[in-house]
């Protein structure tokens, strides 16, 4: 099956910059995406690496590397606003099959 | 345009009872997939459809089962329910079923007393 690991907490002040790992054991892997999502609200989708390297979008960027199984979301300049769960999801192809599974969110606190 | 809109927002029912949830996906996409979400969980993938056809399920008991409809609307439906089934049942669309954004609704709110 798959698995994902990423932190489950992580903590900054406004101004900061913080990077949020994840870590993933899978057959097929085909992409990484990231995921948003406000306590009570529904997920957004933020960014896609299909490819190794880094992505950027705003004040947004995500990396992957596929030799290690590895990609991070960088958020800079953190807003209160960013306060907020942020998923990474694997997209895998097997037998024809697609799945996209999450993580288990890392909850980000951002402070004044 | 408008989004995923997923119906009803919060449901109670209790153990035993069956439940019906339905989702409109944004228009033009035609995939649609449901995630079980619990606290410390994350989201746990139920199934996904594809023009009427259910393409992947997830690790769920039979009690869970869903369809898709020609117009790409699509509900969930889950029958004897269990306490442990109290969660928050996501449906998310795409224009396909490969690396395309998933753009989710706002859930439906399950309790099971």
């Known amino acids: 099956g798959q698995s994902l690991e990423q932190p489950s907490e992580v903590t900054a002040v406004e101004g900061a910059i913080v990077q949020i790992n994840c870590t993933y054991q899978?057959?097929?892997?085909?992409?990484l995406s990231w995921y948003q999502q406000h306590d009570g609200g529904a997920p957004t989708f933020l960014s896609y690496?299909?490819?190794?390297g880094l992505e950027e979008t705003g004040r947004f960027s995500s990396f992957l590397s596929r030799s290690d199984s590895y990609g991070y979301l960088l958020l800079q300049e953190l807003q209160m606003k960013d306060s907020a769960s942020y998923f990474c999801?694997?997209?895998?192809?097997?037998?024809?099959?697609?799945?996209?599974?999450f993580g288990k969110g890392t909850m980000l606190l951002v402070s004044p | 345009k408008a989004g995923v809109t997923q119906t009803p927002r919060y449901l109670i029912k209790t153990r035993g009872q069956q439940v019906t949830l339905s989702c409109s996906p944004i228009?033009?996409?035609?995939?649609v997939s449901w995630y079980q979400q619990t606290p410390g969980q994350g989201l746990q993938f139920l199934f996904e459809?594809?023009?009427?056809?259910?393409?992947n399920k997830g690790n769920f008991p039979g009690r869970f089962s869903g369809r898709q409809f020609s117009n790409s609307r699509s509900e969930m439906n889950v029958s004897t329910l269990e306490l442990g089934d109290s969660a928050l049942y996501l449906c998310?669309?795409?224009?396909?079923?490969?690396?395309?954004?998933?753009?989710f609704g706002n859930g439906t709110r399950l309790t099971v007393t």
């Open positions: 690496n299909g490819l190794d």
């Open positions: 999801a694997v997209r895998t192809m097997n037998s024809g099959y697609s799945t996209l599974t």
């Open positions: 899978t057959s097929g892997f085909y992409g």
């Open positions: 228009s033009g996409h035609r995939s």
């Open positions: 998310a669309s795409s224009r396909t079923v490969d690396n395309s954004p998933l753009h």
């Open positions: 459809y594809f023009s009427e056809t259910q393409r």
